[in-house]
């Protein structure tokens, strides 16, 4: 079984940075894309940014040029850097990644437990 612990959350003042993480843990063979989503009061949930095991990312318009994403291959881990934060940035984030638990092909595709981000002076 494969668990995704967040962590980095808070409260920030508008403009203010946060750093979020995402640490992969259990039977891991290997390892796909892992993507940072966020949910708002009474919003659905919105893919925020993803990148491949290669490195390369997708960041949604409403954060470009504000959050970065980025990953740790031997940790498992990935990292969402949020920069000049909003209000409308307000949200439980959510890291999901999927992969391979043996070579046989048996995936995986897990959700982390949400971490809440607050930004409001």
């Known amino acids: 079984q494969v668990q995704l612990v967040e962590s980095g959350g808070g409260l920030v003042q508008p403009g203010g940075s946060l750093g979020l993480s995402c640490a992969a843990s259990?039977?891991?063979?290997?390892?796909?894309?892992m993507e940072w989503y966020r949910q708002a009061p009474g919003k659905q949930r919105e893919l925020v940014a993803q990148?491949?095991?290669?490195?390369?990312?997708k960041i949604v318009d409403s954060v470009k040029g504000r959050f970065t994403i980025s990953r740790d291959n031997g940790k498992n881990t990935v990292y969402l850097q949020m920069n000049d934060l909003k209000p409308e940035d307000t949200a439980d984030y959510y890291c999901h990644a999927h992969g391979f638990i043996s070579p046989r092909g048996n995936r995986f595709d897990t959700w982390g437990q949400g971490t809440q981000v607050t930004v409001s002076s």
């Open positions: 990148i491949t095991v290669y490195g390369a990312t």
């Open positions: 259990g039977s891991i063979f290997s390892m796909e894309d």
